[in-house]
């Protein structure tokens, strides 16, 4: 059973930091490109930052460069998302997603707080 399991959301004050984490299951971590997408109310989803599967090559929206770090390690079958400097505009569900040829896949979310 193909799982994505996404953890480290909270609340954090402005110019704070989290580290989220997507734990996958069920199938073959390495074969696919991963990435992060946020969705805050009453906005469209939204991509966030992506890695591809042998971790070689990221890419980021324009407004997180600088400020996330996508990463992964294929032996734990994890990818991260280290964000720092969060913004008012930051918050949102965080959601992982991992995507190959044929198939895609989503985790259930992450909720991502920032305020003071």
């Known amino acids: 059973q193909v799982q994505l399991v996404e953890s480290g959301g909270g609340l954090v004050q402005p110019g704070g930091s989290l580290r989220l984490s997507c734990a996958a299951t069920g199938f073959t971590f390495s074969n696919y490109a991963m990435s992060w997408y946020r969705q805050a109310p009453g906005k469209e989803r939204e991509l966030v930052a992506s890695i591809s599967s042998t971790g070689g090559s990221t890419n980021y929206a324009d407004s997180m460069k600088g400020r996330f770090t996508i990463s992964r390690d294929n032996a734990k079958n994890t990818v991260l998302l280290q964000m720092n400097n969060l913004k008012p505009a930051d918050p949102a569900v965080y959601y992982c997603?991992?995507?190959?040829?044929?198939?895609?896949?989503w985790g259930q979310g992450t909720q991502v707080t920032v305020s003071s």
């Open positions: 997603k991992a995507r190959s040829a044929l198939y895609n896949y």
